[in-house]
């Protein structure tokens, strides 16, 4: 007898039927338990993980809670096979590829974004009983993968953000704590609007997709030199280019690319504007059809300059949607260009 024959080596069938939820949900409990034990499954981390999928929108936490909790139930009493047969047998066709990513989730390591090693021939197996191709299968894993990594990545901020709702803040203006400049605030509360600090870096952010983003550095006396021997045009590129960029973009979407940049001489006595095209590297999510919710594609446009003793870097994001088509790359340059430089008009410094 091989690994994993306890579930997938057997005809048996459950006496009861299963509705094609609960199949979904029955093949993320057999892949949890299969690899582990009953009593080491989490009942409402389970639950609440599949009840972000699409298919189960319209169940509550509670509700969920008490599906998971069936589930296991009957895979205790009566075996994982019996209960595996019943749920592939209740897939409907357009549930399959939903019943796949339940599987995986149960099997991911949300630490490391993979499915371990050890795990992935029970995930093979997995596939084989679904009849899915490869092809399909992987597309599905990277999917719930680059679910977890919106999730983890969706502010765009460390941890230790300090993250407050417009509505809670009670001032129209936002100022820096270190008192080198203040900004109105571009995000409306009854929009989900908030406030994302850290040190040195303050976002803006709502429920649209609206990202706004100041980023703000005393020049320390080393740049001073550098600036004054570079440039001040070749100095800003520099410092977009081969710093901020790669730190902050490149690190969290792979395929990101620099598609547009220009010096602005006019702009507080010279900025550097570039525009970074980031492929699924979108603050904002949607939902799939396999219940994940998948970042969006996004152009991210960044204004770097100099006032007084500090170095800012504004950006703003323009998210989206599924279809939806961007304009000529200098079209979306000039537009997003504008959206930064209005909303620098409203910054004040000191």
Known sequence: MTKYDNVFNS?????????????????AVVTAIADAS??????????????EFEVFEEYSEDEMIEIVDKLIYIAESQGLSPLFNTANESLPEDLVLDGFAAGVVALLDEEELIVPQNKQPFLKRLQTALDLEDEEADEIVKEIIAAFQAGENEADFDDEDDTITVEDYLEDVYESPLGNFTVSIPVDP????????????????????????IDYYPIPPEQLEELESEGQEEYLKNIVVDKYVPQAIFTNVSDAQIKYSEYLEDIFAGAYYALVDMPKGSTMSQQGNNGTATRLDAY?????????EFLYIVSNQRSFLYGEIPNDIAEEAEYIKDNILSFVETMEFS
């Open 11 to 27: 005809q048996k069938t459950l006496a009861e039927s299963l509705t094609p939820e609960e199949a979904v949900a029955a093949i």
């Open 38 to 51: 009953i009593e080491e499954v989490d009942p409402e981390g389970l639950a609440g993980i599949l009840w």
């Open 190 to 213: 009854t929009q989900g609007g908030k406030i994302q600090t850290q040190e040195g870096v303050v976002g803006f952010s709502d429920d649209f997709g609206t990202l706004l983003r």
């Open 300 to 308: 991210r446009g960044l204004l770097a300059f100099i006032n007084g």
